[in-house]
């Protein structure tokens, strides 16, 4: 199945074409190789997530650097972004990294703010919709939220299997 059309399924905030969109700028970002890349990872849903919710003020910047991206690809390589080579979108997004679009002013901010909510969701705890099974805690060996070590890990290496806080079990209602 197409992870990209699993997730705009299930997106509440994005529109089809701009989750397709986010999805291709995701995985530039942070890309499936020989491990999961951000889409497997979750990052999607952890985005759609935070825009429904303490994000959301930031939708607007989102709708309008996703379109941008959209016209930019057009006007530079007349297809859609997601329909570009790997170092045709490389460039489109190298430039919106450094400001270098002339028809949006805030492509940096932009780029910069997705760049840092895709590793948020690729990293965070899974409570809040990304990092899916640990898979990103687990790429980089971290343990999770260890209740303690039975051993010292001062120069060594964690072979723990990751804990995520189980946010249901620690709330009192």
């Known amino acids: 199945m197409d992870s990209t059309k699993d997730n705009s399924a299930r997106i509440k905030v994005l529109t089809p074409a701009e989750v397709e969109t986010l999805a291709a700028i ?35 910047l989102y709708r309008q650097g996703l379109r941008a991206v959209k016209c930019h690809a057009h006007k530079r390589f007349g297809a859609r972004f997601v329909a570009l080579s790997g170092h045709q979108q490389d460039e489109i997004l190298g430039e919106f990294e450094t400001g270098n679009v002339a028809s949006f ?19 965070c705890e899974p409570q809040y919709g990304g ?15 260890q209740f303690g070590y039975g051993d010292a890990y001062i120069n060594r290496h964690v072979d723990l ?13």
């Not at 190789?33 to 889409?39: E, I, K, S």
């Not at 979750?42 to 825009?51: F, K, P, S, V």
């Not at 299997?161 to 209602?173: G, L, S």
């Open 26 to 60: 995701a995985e530039r970002i942070f890309p499936k190789t020989d491990t999961p890349g951000a889409v497997e990872i979750g990052a999607l849903n952890y985005i759609d997530i935070a825009l429904a919710g303490d994000y959301a003020a930031l939708v607007p």
């Open 105 to 123: 002013k805030k492509a940096s901010e932009f780029f910069e703010t997705v760049r840092y909510h895709v590793l948020e969701g690729i990293f």
């Open 131 to 145: 990092n899916k099974d640990m898979l990103g805690w687990r790429l980089v060996n971290f343990p999770g939220q």
């Open 161 to 173: 299997e990751p804990v995520a806080v189980d946010y249901r079990k620690t709330r009192k209602d």
